[in-house]
């Protein structure tokens, strides 16, 4: 498993991105995929999850409504298409890969992409 994040960068509050995980290495279309934050000053948190088949999906309160995480196995790519974004929503997104079909807030993934930056303004 090999993840490249992409697709941060600044955008007003109430704006949109969509962020994309590749896995190069083609490797993580039977696992569980999630995305986590880290806020400047603030641990890592949870967000999304998503099972190997796109079936489950989970997401943290504070982005339920708003984010939306979604896959598309045959390019090898998890999507997190965020919305409404408010300025606590800056933060570095992580994706992360559980060695399992199904993935859990509780358990740690076994491997972590970069991060890609994203910054709301007010």
């Known amino acids: 498993v090999q993840l490249q994040a992409s697709g941060g960068g600044l955008v007003q509050a109430g704006g949109s991105l969509r962020l994309s995980c590749v896995d190069s290495?083609?490797?993580?279309?039977?696992?569980?995929v999630g995305w986590f934050r880290q806020a400047p000053g603030k641990e890592r948190e949870f967000v999304a999850t998503?099972?190997?088949?796109?079936?489950?999906?989970t997401y943290a309160d504070s982005v339920k409504g708003r984010f939306t995480i979604s896959r598309d196995n045959a390019k090898n790519t998890v999507y997190l298409q965020v919305n409404s974004l408010k300025p606590e929503d800056t933060a570095v997104y992580y994706c992360?890969?559980?060695?399992?079909?199904?993935?859990?807030?509780?358990?740690?993934?076994?491997?972590w992409g970069q991060g890609t930056l994203v910054t709301v303004s007010s």
């Open positions: 992360a890969v559980w060695l399992s079909s199904y993935g859990s807030r509780q358990t740690s993934p076994h491997y």
């Open positions: 290495k083609r490797t993580f279309r039977n696992n569980a």
């Open positions: 998503i099972s190997w088949n796109g079936g489950t999906t």
